[in-house]
């Protein structure tokens, strides 16, 4: 039994540094002044995000990009708050919108609501992103740029989350989301893309509806993001990776515990539903790390020679996973962020543990409950 939890850790270590060095193999992308071609539509799905879109809507208006080559359009998914009302009143046709309501036909709120909109879209390339997110006034231009000189059918961009260095809650989730951005980073750096976020994700329209956009996969209440990713790389699609602080979206930190437990049980929930084998493998070996910690340390309390190799144990994994975040920070000037991370590098496995295994019971989101 030792030795397969030493060859799990071995195989742990390698895959984190292996993505921590494919992180110094992305290249910065730098704002070149081209003339702007691309025509966009961004599509913000929302719920009740009356409280929290002010943000979004200022930095729309803000955007360094001509106002004749993008569009908006909101997708209201049976909100009851005041949420179309404050569209209407921040941008009254400053910039080219629309609103429009939810066609549900699938178990996901989210991908109808990207379907809907594409059906309506008259740019010939979606970008998606969050009602709770701020925009940097490049970001567009950044996307254009990058369509320009790669021609690339889908572009995964960077995300990151302001935190109140206050609330431990906080930390803990933006070091958690930090991890994962790094984790996406380093598998573009190695050419073996693992996963986006459809905060900040853009994708030819035209290639969207050849591959039948969501279907096979509206089944499944999240996953926007991965399975169109996963669906692209099947189908043999260019994918580019946009490193840009300029093109990187900020969005809040969750508020409390069991939101940021929702959050995650939402996306650990479609992780058995991939379809390419490195995320497969990638999460199997993740899992398997968490799981031999905590049984190491809880047989350790029976067999005390093992409180050695606990010790090792975890120095090799905290070793590995600090180099990462340490990159991931480096990259999106978020060092300060860095800092923290001795705050929940002993609760990470029995959270991750937690959240992995009462994902298969279901979870809770924006006022709804999925089932597994």
């Known amino acids: 039994m030792i030795w397969v939890v030493l060859l799990v850790c071995i195989t742990y270590a390698v895959l984190i540094l292996g993505l921590a060095f ?118 567009l231009s950044h996307f254009d740029a990058l369509l320009q000189k790669e021609q690339p059918v889908m572009i995964v961009a960077p995300v990151t989350l302001s935190y ?34 459809g905060a900040n994700l853009g994708y030819d329209k035209k290639a969207f509806l050849e591959i039948h956009g969501f279907e096979g996969n509206a089944n499944i209440a999240s996953g926007d993001d991965v399975f169109l990713l996963q669906k692209f790389l099947s189908h043999g699609k260019k994918i580019s990776y946009l490193n840009a602080i300029e093109a990187t979206v900020s969005t809040p930190t969750v508020s409390s515990f069991s939101a940021f437990t929702q959050q995650r049980k939402r996306w650990a929930a479609k992780t058995s539903s991939y379809t390419l084998w490195f995320p497969k493998f990638t999460g199997l070996i993740v899992l398997l790390m968490n799981v031999s910690l905590i049984g190491l340390f809880v047989t350790a309390f029976f067999w005390s020679r093992l409180w050695i190799f606990l010790g090792y144990f975890f120095l090799i994994k905290s070793l590995a996973d600090q180099l990462l975040l340490f990159r991931a920070a480096q990259q999106l000037g978020q060092q300060d962020l860095f800092k923290h991370q001795w705050k929940i590098i002993l609760f990470h496995p029995f959270i991750t543990i937690y959240v992995a295994l009462s994902s298969f019971l279901g979870y809770s989101w924006k006022g709804r409950t999925f089932k597994h």
Not at 172 to 193: H, I
């Open 164 to 197: 109140d260095p206050s609330q431990w809650v906080s930390i803990y989730d933006a070091l958690d989301f930090l991890s994962l951005q790094g984790v996406t980073m380093g598998s573009f750096g190695f050419g073996k893309p693992l996963m986006c976020n």
């Open 22 to 139: 494919g992180i110094h193999r992305i290249p910065n992308q730098h704002l070149i002044r081209l003339t702007p071609k691309t025509h966009f539509s961004i599509i913000v799905p929302f719920r009740n995000e009356a409280q929290r879109m002010e943000d979004l809507l200022n930095s729309l208006l803000s955007l360094n990009y001509p106002n004749t080559l993008f569009e908006v359009i909101f997708v209201d998914d049976a909100s009851t708050d005041h949420s179309q009302d404050l569209i209407n009143q921040h941008l009254d046709q400053k910039i080219n919108f629309n609103i429009v309501e939810n066609q549900r036909s699938s178990i996901s709120p989210k991908k109808d609501a990207i379907t809907t909109a594409v059906q309506t879209a008259k740019g010939n390339f979606i970008i998606t992103t969050d009602a709770d997110v701020s925009l940097p006034a490049n970001w």
